[in-house]
């Protein structure tokens, strides 16, 4: 169980997804969104929700998966088709809002689920697209109930990887550390998985990498992507010089890449002398890179 370093208490996941939620059953929930402007609105349609039920010591009891079906007149953009790949076909005949939410209360009632652990901004875009929806009492009042025992435990969890650092690690972040690899689904179901496992290897304290330095990593790079002015699409700048050459060297034989903004600088100077970008991945991408 990981542990603040400060007073020993114990933080974390052991309070927001395990073992300490007065003993209750929870679960794992992601979702799939069709976000979009629509008619000088916006619109937030849950398209796809995953949820795995697990006990207190998270040994999975249940789970469930649903499509959801698209309302009239919205269509998928063919970039969620490309990454979640639903397309509007397969959602034009899956099952109604009302009928996967029933689906989804029964399961949390049975299991008497305490606790609904989400990552990220699920809890804001069921809330959206609730609140746009007519529904019918009691299936309203019920739905609210559900989306009201939702907890956002990316802060927390995030934290107490990163030793305080980093409050926003991303799914694929995690599952970096965890030794999971960086690529996320974009299944509902698969996700819901991800975090779940994430969890648990975060409690036994089995991560393959260290939080912290993953922290630091995301803090540079971003600084870094900050501070570059070139890119691919700036082949115009491009030059043949000597004196930028020599300019380069200097900068390098200084030191000048172990700071994010001269780095950066530099970047781009390698850029303007023809020695092609540099991309610097993500946390993710460079582990898995590695």
């Not at 019920?142 to 934290?159: G, H, Y």
């Not at 990593?217 to 971003?222: A, E, L, T, V, W």
């Not at 700048?237 to 172990?258: N, P």
């Amino acid at each position: 169980m990981a542990t603040s370093k400060n007073n020993g208490k114990i933080k974390g996941p052991s309070q927001t997804a395990p073992l300490g939620y007065k003993g209750k059953n929870q679960a794992f929930l992601d979702a799939e969104y069709l976000s979009a402007r629509y008619k000088k609105s916006s619109i937030e349609d849950v398209i796809s929700v995953g949820m795995i039920i697990t006990t207190p010591q998270h040994e999975e009891l249940d789970r469930f998966y649903s499509t959801v079906r698209l309302r009239i007149g919205h269509r998928l953009p063919p970039l969620i088709t490309e990454l979640t790949g639903l397309t509007n076909e397969e959602l034009e005949t899956a099952p109604e809002y009302e009928e996967v939410m029933s689906q989804l209360l029964n399961i949390v009632r049975k299991y008497q689920v305490g606790k609904i652990c989400v990552w990220g901004g699920d809890k804001n875009s069921f809330q959206r697209d609730y609140d746009s929806r007519d529904l019918e009492k009691p299936l309203k009042r019920s739905v609210a109930k559900f989306i009201s025992t939702f907890e956002n435990i990316q802060k927390e969890v995030s934290l107490d990887l990163t030793g305080g650092l980093d409050a926003n690690l991303s799914l694929a972040d995690m599952k970096t550390i965890c030794g999971l690899g960086g690529h996320v689904s974009h299944n509902a179901l698969s996700d819901a998985e991800d975090m779940l496992e994430c969890i648990r290897i975060i409690e036994q304290e089995k991560m393959k990498y260290d939080g912290v330095k993953a922290a630091e990593y995301k803090k540079f790079r971003g600084e870094y992507v900050k501070n570059r002015s070139f890119d691919d699409e700036d082949a115009e700048v491009i030059l043949e010089s000597e004196l930028g050459e020599r300019f380069l060297q200097e900068l390098l034989s200084k030191g000048f890449e172990d700071n994010p903004k001269t780095k950066a600088f530099v970047d781009d100077l390698r850029f303007i002398l023809g020695k092609g970008n540099v991309y610097m991945g993500t946390f993710a991408e460079m582990m898995v890179e590695k």
